[in-house]
């Protein structure tokens, strides 16, 4: 642990920590349900103690992916997903105090460090910014700050200003293996400008904010479909700067909704508008989340199937799809989680009628994700909290598991909602 990590972290906590919960439910008035509140914080009680118990079984220099057939599955620090076990540990020593959990969590973000310097894809955000910037938000450590930066220098070199976008892979096969996309970017991309957006504003150097923009405006222009659902992968020309493949990598067909793909998007336009104040970001924002929201597919607890358009008429897959062997289609908790985040914090920039919609809908979402058959009781995944996540259907990796990143979003979202008050 770095020397001000805790005097710091409760000066940093005074001066600069506003929870965009709170922002929705003070403007508006918002009344939060005392039950759902009384859940939560048990359920945050309760995954201090599972986050414990996975720590015991986390292998050194290992961070946690899922739970599968009674084994801990875990990765490296140079996977997409290596920043949400930090990050989560973060905001579970913000809720508890606890040392136990304290040290867990500034021994495990130490191990990112390198990653600083990453720049063979664009997940530096997620990487750094979940695990680094909830480090930094706690402590306001100088050291950790600097690394934020030198990780956004890295993404910024993917960053092509004839697409106007961040190139999130370096190259990638159709998932129907006839085409090579050599300029891929996913809707995932939107939630990695964070770390952009955060590096201007400790730098004062503008271009990571307006490379930011530029990817936001070009994402708007060509990922999102008339409706405001949301392609996956687009593949771009470099020379005329347009997209020439609209397809999908871990959704059900080129033209469906990849629920998680849909929950980056209303997640990344609600950020780059409290960003930038834009209102075409937050009108962005706000029809994606309309699309998952009122979705007829959206089951009634609010999880949505892990595509909104698995068997639907009209949605033919471009893989080896065998509906034999999904005898009920998966749910996806994981697009839930990071959805009901980003609600809580939608809900503070619109009006009163559209932020009671969000703000109930992510209240919905979480009294399902605290609840059976989606939240684990004690050791049974290993302490992983929610069950039920798709990582890759497509791909066959990770169906119906828990996820590091549902359980990362599970908790930003309950903590956005108990700081309300
Ligand atoms: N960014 C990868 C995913 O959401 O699966």
Redesign the pocket.
């Known amino acids: 642990m770095k020397r001000n990590t805790v005097t710091g972290g409760i000066l940093f906590l005074l001066i600069a920590c506003i929870p965009h919960g709170l922002i929705a439910q003070q403007k508006h008035k918002l009344r939060r349900d005392p039950a759902l509140l009384q859940t939560i914080e048990s359920s945050l009680r309760e995954s201090v103690n599972q986050y414990k118990a996975l720590a015991r079984q986390l292998p050194p220099g290992q961070m946690p992916r899922t739970w599968e057939n009674g084994r801990l599955m875990t990765v490296a620090n140079n996977s997409?997903?290596s920043g949400f076990y930090p990050g989560a540990l973060m905001y579970l020593f913000e809720f508890s105090k606890d040392t136990a959990i304290q040290r867990e969590a500034f021994e495990r973000v130490a191990l990112m460090e390198p990653m600083k310097n990453l720049t063979s894809h664009h997940?530096l955000g997620?990487m750094m910014y979940c695990s680094y910037g909830n480090a930094y938000r706690l402590t306001g450590n100088e050291e950790y700050k600097k690394i934020l930066v030198r990780a956004a220098q890295s993404l910024a070199t993917r960053f092509d200003p004839r697409v106007g976008c961040i190139k999130s892979w370096n190259g990638i096969k159709s998932l129907d293996g006839k085409q090579y996309f050599t300029f891929p970017v996913?809707i995932?991309n939107m939630?990695n400008l964070e770390l952009l957006f955060f590096a201007s504003k400790v730098t004062g150097d503008a271009y990571f904010r307006d490379i930011a923009i530029k990817h936001s405006e070009t994402t708007l222009q060509h990922h999102l479909r008339p409706d405001f659902s949301s392609y996956h992968v687009l593949n771009y020309d470099v020379e005329t700067g347009l997209p020439v493949n609209k397809e999908t990598h871990?959704g059900f067909s080129n033209n469906s909704t990849w629920s998680?793909?849909q929950a980056?998007g209303i997640y990344g336009f609600t950020m780059v508008f409290r960003e930038t104040k834009d209102k075409r970001f937050l009108e962005a924002a706000c029809k994606l989340a309309d699309h998952f929201i009122d979705h007829p597919n959206l089951p009634a607890d609010k999880i949505p199937y892990w595509d909104f358009n698995v068997n639907q008429p009209g949605f033919v897959p471009q893989w080896n799809y065998d509906p034999a062997k999904y005898p009920e289609v998966p749910r996806d908790a994981?697009a839930a989680a990071i959805t009901a985040s980003a609600l809580i914090e939608l809900a503070g920039y619109v009006d009163k009628k559209l932020a009671q919609k969000y703000f109930g809908a992510a209240e919905a979402m979480l009294k399902s994700l605290s609840s059976p058959p989606y939240r684990t009781s004690g050791t049974e995944a290993g302490g992983m909290l929610l069950k039920h996540g798709c990582?890759?259907v497509p791909g066959n990796v990770e169906v119906d598991v828990p996820l590091t990143?549902a359980d990362y979003y599970y908790v930003e979202a309950m903590m956005r909602y108990r700081n309300g008050k």
């Open positions: 997409w997903i997940d997620f996913i995932d939630m871990q998680r793909g980056w994981s990582g890759g990143y």
